[in-house]
């Protein structure tokens, strides 16, 4: 099944968690920040995986 035009994939927090290789718990700190865009559905969070994307290029250094 195609993804609609101008639909994002939405990510669970365990989804971001994973990807990061942080905890849980840190993804929900960076939500409750507000560095971390989210949406919520019910009683749980979804992220935009390009929102994800900018937040990790937004903090990425380079070292050396």
């Known amino acids: 099944m195609a993804k609609p035009e ?9 989804e971001v968690a994973t990807l990061m290789r942080v905890s849980t718990m840190t993804v ?3 939500i409750n ?4 865009p989210s949406v919520r559905i019910g009683k749980s969070y979804r992220l ?3 929102d994800v994307d900018h937040y ?4 990425y250094t380079q070292a050396g």
């Open 6 to 14: 101008g639909r994002e994939r939405l990510m669970t927090v365990a």
């Open 56 to 59: 990790l290029a937004s903090r």
């Open 48 to 50: 935009r995986e390009s």
């Open 28 to 30: 929900y700190r960076l």
């Open 33 to 36: 920040a507000g560095d971390l």
